[in-house]
């Protein structure tokens, strides 16, 4: 019950923290509004003010048409302008409306057209009856940008806009508002009476303009509240009698603020306000924010003079921002051709990402990289540890399908970069597929950042009985943050020329898969070859040795009584010497045998495979007196035959080099996150470690064939068997110290655990 309260409150607070607008009906009191049908232009409602400013009740007019209300020469002239898709043709027009005898009273008149469908008129009285002329206003904008075309930093180009605005309107103090990213904003620049707190430089939350009014802003660009202690008039009737419900006046320049904004104001001690939005590519870039500490009215043309004015000026900030991202892109743009180039050049995208200059940091001036491919890490520059890159990118597999992925405030959002928040606060990583990642990175930036009042505490809920409202902070005084586990944002263009990269590399990869497609069909036909050749050659082969062997041992029994010693021992040398070369034909045959197209995948019980090749080496663990353990074996996914081979391989050499004590032999196995890993431990003669990679080469041999005898085939057969299993196979020995070979059958869909660590003795049958 607590937790649903709490969530109920939340709920309340967000909708009173950003009310919908097109419900408040409220009209500021110096001027009237009206809702009318079309096209007979009848008055739907009309504000209760219509007393005061026409002398007319709002009862009376309602069901009136505007020609009963106005002369039929005006009318016409608003019918001509209302056929028009654009009413700005038709805004503002300067009317006349008889109210007592021969009493006029002179409006601004501005249409509008709601968003349920009907026109809405406002009145405002002209309290000038001559229009701004053309030059001054010319004359007025030229000076502007002249001073415009002297600057040459965004920091004085907003300064003439607010000296500019505030020369013009006379306002007591004008600031120009950016939003941030985020949604808080930043008065960037001010000018003011000396009377007036200054806000220059301080932060405001983004609770401060609600969404709401943000998106209100984007269509309606200028807003004036002229008394914000003024009570506003409400409409008559209250629902339209059409629709039964309040008409939309998200659009309306008369309705009467939010009561919490009009709140906010009285805290900052003003009295009117004057808000013209400033727009770039469709988006609200920041506003022009005008206060005054008195009640003061600016008429509808000044009010779209200083839009105007502000448009023009903040199209060239605009136009020096585009032109100071196109330099930077420009840049970027001629590190990326470098580094397409670099990759499509090298042997792998990797080494062209990672060359001395340009490179992979240069592409975003981020102050580490890493890339994640094939299993391994590259990186370059500040990153964290290969073990917290990681688990980064498991989080990254998780929780982001996005082509691109970015944030300026990692540990805020995976708690553990914190450990690493020195080196990577921001991150910006591109998925090349499900496991492999390109990732920059940016350290944190302690910041401290200044805020126009406590941004925890914006606002206050109050209540009393039914009814809760928002009042906002009655202190806007400094109030100073330390930001921290953020680095610098990101750019746009940054985070466009990684996902061009992203493009490049997918193309590149693909490219490559295709060349070692193409390339492993062409070694696929060549081991074709060389199979059928070595099976032909094998049995070629044979024929001819047999007669050798039989032949030379023939006239050894024939002439036995007629040959010498030396005789003797030749025919004996023709023995051996044949007898090596059928093993080595045997062996090279045997190698031939094992590629990954030959492997039975099934479901095999590793302990039936090593029981096997214990079986076949029975004579030989006899005759040495070896002792061989194992742990109980799991069952797996593998080709047996081929398990039991790789078993009796690395046993039988565990018992030739073995050393003057009577072999010890044990076979291991463990089941690891994503393959089992099987080991065979000896008490042997031990490897020179310099020698590790060596003895698993065809035909390699570290001893003389009078020392140790056999092919030298052994070996290779075990990492071939490893290989064509998606596996591996190491060795891990010291001259003196025995070895141990490791190699790993990567963990299949069907395999099944078992009990692992129990050691079993193998003691071969004696007699």
Not at 507 to 529: G, K, M, P, T
Request: proline letters at 4%; glycine letters at 6%.
């Amino acid at each position: 019950m607590t937790n649903l309260n709490l969530e109920t409150q939340l709920i309340n607070l967000t909708s009173l923290k950003q009310p919908a607008i097109h419900s408040l009906t409220g009209v500021q009191p110096h001027g009237i509004l009206l809702i009318l049908e079309e096209p007979t232009l009848t008055v739907l409602q009309a504000s209760t003010n219509t007393t005061a400013l026409l002398q007319r009740s709002p009862a009376s007019l309602l069901g009136k048409t505007l020609d009963e209300i106005f002369d039929s020469f005006q009318v016409d002239r608003f019918r001509a302008g209302l056929a028009e898709e654009n009413l700005d043709f038709v805004n503002p027009t300067r009317v006349w409306v008889r109210r007592n005898g021969d009493d006029y009273g002179v409006f601004d008149a501005v249409f509008h057209r709601s968003a349920d469908g009907f026109l809405v008129l406002e009145l405002e009285p002209a309290f000038t009856q001559q229009n701004i002329p053309f030059l001054s206003f010319y004359h007025l904008a030229k000076a502007s940008i002249n001073q415009l075309e002297a600057t040459s930093n965004l920091q004085d180009f907003c300064q003439v806009i607010v000296r500019e605005v505030r020369n013009v309107t006379g306002f007591d103090r004008v600031m120009l508002y950016k939003f941030d990213a985020d949604g808080h904003g930043e008065v960037v620049a001010e000018e003011k009476v000396d009377e007036m707190e200054s806000y220059l430089g301080l932060h405001f939350p983004e609770s401060d303009i609600p969404v709401p009014a943000r998106k209100m802003f984007l269509s309606n660009w200028i807003r004036v509240i002229p008394d914000a202690h003024a009570e506003p008039a409400s409409l008559y009737p209250g629902n339209n009698p059409i629709t039964q419900q309040p008409t939309d006046l998200t659009l309306s320049i008369l309705r009467s603020p939010y009561q919490c904004h009009i709140e906010y104001l009285h805290h900052m001690g003003v009295s009117a306000s004057l808000t013209i939005s400033l727009m770039k590519d469709d988006k609200l870039w920041g506003l022009i924010a005008c206060h005054h500490r008195s009640p003061k009215y600016v008429s509808y043309e000044l009010r779209k003079a200083c839009e105007f004015l502000g448009r023009v000026i903040f199209a060239e900030i605009s136009t020096r921002e585009e032109t100071a991202d196109y330099h930077y892109r420009m840049h970027l743009a001629h590190v990326q051709s470098v580094l397409i180039e670099s990759m499509s050049e090298a042997n792998s995208f990797v080494d062209g990402l990672m060359q001395p200059e340009p490179n992979l940091l240069d592409l975003t001036d981020a102050k580490g990289a890493a890339i994640c491919f094939g299993g391994r890490w590259t990186t370059i520059g500040q990153t964290p540890s290969e073990e917290e890159l990681n688990y980064l990118v498991q989080w990254l597999a998780k929780n982001v399908d996005e082509e691109v992925f970015y944030t300026s405030s990692l540990p805020l959002i995976y708690s553990d970069a914190e450990r690493f928040k020195h080196v990577a606060s921001g991150l910006l990583a591109i998925p090349i597929s499900k496991r492999s990642y390109v990732l920059w990175f940016r350290p944190e930036v302690i910041q401290t950042v200044s805020w126009g009042g406590d941004p925890n505490h914006a606002y206050e809920l109050q209540e009393s009985g039914d009814r809760q409202w928002l009042c906002p902070r009655k202190s806007f005084e400094l109030w100073k943050e330390t930001v921290r586990l953020n680095s610098l944002p990101w750019k746009p263009v940054e985070i466009q020329a990684t996902l061009e990269l992203r493009k490049a590399i997918v193309n590149i990869v693909l490219r490559q898969a295709e060349e070692l497609a193409l390339l492993a069909q062409d070694l696929e036909r060549s081991n074709a070859e060389l199979k059928k050749f070595a099976y032909v050659a094998s049995h070629d082969l044979q024929e001819p040795l047999n007669q050798v062997a039989n032949y030379v041992q023939l006239l050894e029994m024939r002439y036995h009584d007629q040959l010498d010693q030396d005789a003797s021992e030749f025919i004996e040398f023709a023995v051996e010497g044949v007898s090596l070369m059928q093993t080595l034909i045997d062996d090279v045959l045997a190698y031939s045998k094992v590629d990954l197209k030959g492997i039975e995948w099934q479901l095999t019980n590793s302990e039936t495979a090593l029981n096997h090749a214990l079986s076949n080496l029975r004579g030989r663990i006899a005759e040495t007196e070896a002792i061989v353990t194992h742990d109980l074996m799991p069952q797996i996914v593998a080709d047996g035959t081929q398990l039991m081979q790789l078993f009796q391989n690395l046993i039988a050499n565990a018992i030739k080099f073995r050393s003057s004590e009577a072999p010890r032999i044990h076979v291991g196995v463990e089941r690891r996150e994503e393959a089992w890993l099987f080991s065979v431990r000896d008490n042997g003669i031990g490897i020179d470690p310099k020698f590790s990679d060596r003895i698993f080469v065809i035909f390699q041999r570290l001893h003389t064939r009078d020392e140790y005898p056999g092919s030298g085939m052994g070996l290779a057969i075990c990492k071939k068997i490893a290989e064509c299993h998606r596996g591996t196979i190491w060795v891990e020995s010291e001259l003196g110290q025995g070895a141990t070979f490791y190699f790993t059958i990567p963990v299949g869909e069907r395999d099944h655990s078992h009990a692992i660590g129990q050691k079993k003795n193998y003691l071969p049958r004696r007699g």
